[in-house]
């Protein structure tokens, strides 16, 4: 009896969305999931998006350029790791010079295990703009902090990390599909 009143509810729901709210209903759920192909046609030369999905054990990454896919598995970020980085981000460690070393090692450690592989995969063309869809723990890590090396200790500063956000703008998504949609209206408004 509740299982059949919970899903009556989650239909009506559902209703008042496509009746009310035809934009976001479309987007996020009628059947629209998109293909490589259709992200690749709206894509430009010089973006990408990186997608991830989260199990118990691995991380998988869809890579897509405007030219190239591909599909990674790698390691997943050990729950103690998430936490250290998210303890570094606090405002009070910024104060300090000496948490430079901690961050950006965490940061580096964070790069190399989510990051580094899709990227190579897509680096053939100069990438200005990465679209990340984050999943699971993954969307704790704020990927604009990521740095791709560290830098010597007498050149360790906040202000001269090589961040991620320094080469890339980065959007976040919540998925593809909601993603080309969004990419779709804004190119129909500009012309």
Not at 30 to 50: F, G, P, T, Y
Not at 111 to 132: C, D, E, F, G, M
Not at 167 to 180: E, G, Q, V, W
């Amino acid at each position: 009896f509740s299982l059949t009143r919970n899903k009556n509810a989650y239909n009506s729901a559902i209703r008042y969305l496509e009746e009310n709210f035809l934009n976001y209903y479309q987007a996020n759920y009628a059947d629209n999931l998109v293909s490589v192909s259709q992200v690749q046609k709206r894509l430009k030369a010089d973006e990408a998006l990186i997608e991830y999905f989260v199990t118990d054990s691995s991380v998988f990454a869809f890579c897509i350029s405007s030219e190239t896919h591909s599909f990674l598995q790698l390691d997943l970020p050990d729950e103690e790791m998430l936490s250290a980085f998210q303890q570094s981000l606090q405002p009070d460690n910024f104060s300090n010079p000496e948490n430079v070393v901690e961050f950006a090692e965490l940061s580096n450690s964070l790069y190399k295990l989510v990051i580094q592989q899709p990227l190579a995969k897509l680096s053939k063309n100069a990438l200005r703009k990465l679209y990340i869809i984050p999943d699971g723990q993954l969307n704790l890590i704020p990927f604009d902090l990521l740095i791709s090396k560290i830098p010597e200790k007498e050149d360790l500063s906040f202000n001269s990390l090589p961040y991620l956000l320094k080469k890339h703008t980065i959007s976040y998504a919540y998925s593809s599909s909601i993603l080309i949609h969004q990419i779709a209206q804004s190119s129909s408004k500009k012309t």
